[in-house]
């Protein structure tokens, strides 16, 4: 798909949060709150909220691949929720194989410094989530807004 004009909200979809990350006017990705996923209702209206707050044009979603870079049982619930996403904002909904985004996360937690303990206190209050959704993002920049 074509790079978009505009601002791009990237993803990282669970099932108890959802990490999220948005381009700013400089192409550079920005994280925000975490979202603790409530019904899929109210997830859609939240994000359409957030969505037209900040002027997003696409919704970037992290696709969950196993390893081998097959589809498995989360791929199919992201895939549901993103296009309920796409129903519910009329917005355009583009898939990124997010595999090793979680593990970059906590990567870099650990670079700076945190301990295990704080990895896990951070990874419930949805650090984990959000850092994932703006590596997704920074990936998707970098590649010149392609996804891969």
Request: hydrophobic content about 45%.
């Amino acid at each position: 798909m074509a790079n978009v004009d505009g601002r791009v909200l990237a993803l990282d979809v669970g099932r108890k949060r959802i990490g999220l990350a948005v381009s700013d006017s400089m192409g550079l990705a920005q994280g925000l709150d975490t979202l603790l996923r409530k019904t899929m209702r109210e997830d859609v209206a939240r994000l359409r909220q957030i969505a037209m707050e900040r002027k997003v044009s696409l919704f970037l979603v992290g696709l969950p691949l196993n390893m081998r870079g097959d589809e498995g049982e989360m791929a199919e619930f992201v895939r549901t929720f993103a296009r309920k996403l796409e129903e519910g904002t009329g917005l355009p909904v583009q898939f990124q194989d997010e595999r090793l985004t979680s593990v970059e996360a906590e990567s870099r937690l650990q670079e700076r410094g945190f301990s295990l303990e704080r990895m896990l206190k951070e990874k419930r209050k949805g650090a984990v989530d959000r850092l994932a959704a703006v590596i997704l993002l920074e990936d998707y920049l970098r590649a010149g807004g392609e996804a891969e």
